[in-house]
């Protein structure tokens, strides 16, 4: 048989496409309206009514605009549930600016940590390149958010409004790529030229004062104190002077983050239930709280999410939007698009294999805020997106079960809604996953 594809051959599938049924008509749906549109389902609307047995009263929603911080707000959007009763301001919303400002400095500060670390190694290495090439972006994870409120603490958004590099951060990005590849050149060169570890680190330290510098510009420095004004939902005055960011987290929000436990459930190769794994190469805040993920299988995975919204906490999850979702309509259906039917062919993969082949995707990070139980089984779920409010049903979407189950990865759980199992499974050591693990 030969490599090259032959003359006959493509005669050969010319013939079989004629024998299709319907391959024409088929044909002119696709070309004329894509692959989507051609595929797409029509659903029963009655199922995806966005009307749930169980919710946690929640306010409008927010946007990320143009850039990758689902994870941060998402979180942020947890924990602005839980104060809003407390400040009687139900759409309350807090800082994303002041947080991505601290997420890209520690950000930069861990990339040219990893830059000391591998310094000896060949810029040929695949750990060296694979930091050069993941550079500082503004995606994350749960525990990157979890590590940031923790060290520095929260701001209302009145005290610091997003900016335009903020909500649109591609040039930023690509800024402090260029400086940082430059850095860990200059890095490589001192170690080169005799500089000890020591005096890396000092030269580490001016490079992250022009990182600061950068970050000032484009997003405005975080304020170290101030005062907060508001009305609350009642129209009563209020005003709380000399605040600072660890004050105000402490004073009105107070969580314990060690609460909390990430889930996931993959039964990729190597990944075993029952244990716990973690990934230094996303622990963006040196010395901060650690990424350590507990594996279960979904059916934990998904009575944690229902004991937690019914015990009236919203859930943080890690998902993949971009699979079987209509972003206009906010439904997320499993087999939304029926490409198989259309083409023919069965494009069916387990969670596993998806993670094994890098087909599946934790893109993106919303929260659950409402489920519907029919006999006690979910049925369909409330989603908090953070989009805006153009998409959807006023930014709200609908999962249906089957969506939750394809594509829910990870949710973050209070321990009071966890089995023993689960908590048994954090007493061991974790394994440890490379940075290009396709969990990562």
């Known amino acids: 048989m030969s490599k090259a594809i032959s003359l006959a051959q493509v005669q050969q599938y010319r013939d079989e496409l004629a024998k299709v049924p319907g391959a024409a008509a088929l044909s002119r749906a696709v070309q004329n309206v894509g692959i989507k549109a051609a595929s797409h389902q029509n659903l029963e609307q009655s199922a995806f009514a966005p009307v749930f047995s169980d919710e946690v009263d929640t306010g409008a929603v927010t946007n990320q605009k143009h850039s990758g911080r689902c994870w941060m707000f998402a979180e942020l959007n947890t924990m602005r549930h839980a104060v809003a009763g407390k400040l009687g301001v139900r759409d309350l919303e807090f800082s994303q600016a002041f947080l991505a400002f601290y997420d890209r400095l520690e950000k930069s500060n861990e990339f040219l940590e990893h830059m000391i670390a591998t310094v000896s190694e060949p810029t040929g290495s695949r750990e060296v390149d694979w930091y050069l090439n993941w550079g500082n972006g503004d995606g994350g994870q749960y525990e990157n958010a979890t590590a940031l409120i923790a060290k520095y603490g929260v701001v209302p958004k009145s005290v610091m409004p997003e900016t335009y590099n903020s909500a649109n951060t591609t040039g930023l990005n690509a800024t402090l790529n260029l400086k940082l590849r430059q850095d860990a050149v200059a890095l490589r060169q001192a170690f080169a030229d005799g500089a000890d570890e020591d005096q890396l680190r000092s030269q580490k330290e001016e490079q992250l004062g022009v990182i600061y510098r950068i970050l000032a510009m484009a997003y405005g420095e975080p304020p170290r104190s101030f005062d907060f004004e508001y009305r ?209």
């Open 232 to 440: 609350d939902d009642q129209h009563q005055y209020h005003r709380v002077t000399g605040l600072t960011p660890k004050s105000f987290f402490d004073q009105y929000l107070g969580w314990d983050f060690d609460q909390y436990v990430m889930l996931i459930s993959t039964n990729a190769t190597g990944k075993e239930y029952w244990h716990s794994y973690t990934l230094p190469a996303q622990d963006h805040v040196v010395g901060g709280r650690n990424i350590v993920w507990v594996n279960v299988p979904q059916s934990v995975l998904e009575q944690a999410s229902v004991d937690q919204i019914r015990g009236g906490e919203t859930v943080w999850f890690g998902n993949d939007v971009l699979a079987d979702s209509d972003r206009q309509s906010g439904t997320l259906a499993g087999g939304l698009y029926a490409q198989g039917e259309l083409f023919g062919v069965d494009f069916g993969m387990d969670v596993g294999t998806r993670f094994d082949t890098h087909q599946a995707e934790v893109s993106h990070a919303m929260v659950l805020t409402g489920v519907d139980l029919v006999d006690g089984q979910p049925t369909k779920w409330k989603v908090e997106n953070s989009w805006g409010k153009e998409n959807g049903h006023d930014g709200y979407f609908v999962a249906d079960e089957q969506w939750y189950r394809d594509y829910t990865y990870s949710v973050a759980i209070n321990r009071q809604y966890l089995p023993q199992a689960v908590l048994n499974v954090l007493a061991q050591t974790p394994t440890e996953l490379a940075p290009w693990d396709p969990l990562a």
